[in-house]
């Protein structure tokens, strides 16, 4: 079973930035898609971004333009980019690789 491991969330002020990573156990070139997720207080789990082995690559609208999803092949790494954060963004951040779960990292975006 493939063991994801998330990092790299925090506090950020409004406007900010963050770099989320998720190491997975396991090679991730054997899935099909990486995903990542977030969950705020009290709300579901909502689909942030998707990434296919091809490359191909989605966002959820409340992301597009903001949100950069990437995979290194080299270091077995997948990568979330959040630009131009917005309290709205507050939530707990989640890889996923269609079947495992990271235990998440905490967002929160206030000033």
């Known amino acids: 079973q493939v063991q994801l491991a998330e990092s790299g969330g925090g506090l950020v002020q409004p406007g900010g930035s963050l770099r989320l990573s998720c190491a997975p156990s396991?090679?991730?070139?054997?899935?099909?898609?990486m995903y990542w997720y977030r969950q705020a207080p009290g709300e579901r789990r909502e689909f942030v971004a998707i990434?296919?082995?091809?490359?191909?690559?989605n966002y959820a609208n409340s992301v597009k333009g903001r949100f950069t999803i990437s995979r290194d092949s080299a270091k077995n790494m997948l990568y979330l980019q959040m630009n131009n954060l917005e309290p709205e963004d507050t939530a707990v951040y989640y890889c996923?690789?269609?079947?495992?779960w990271g235990q998440g990292t905490q967002v929160t975006v206030s000033s």
């Open positions: 996923h690789d269609g079947t495992n």
């Open positions: 396991g090679s991730i070139f054997s899935t099909s898609a």
């Open positions: 990434i296919t082995n091809r490359g191909s690559i």
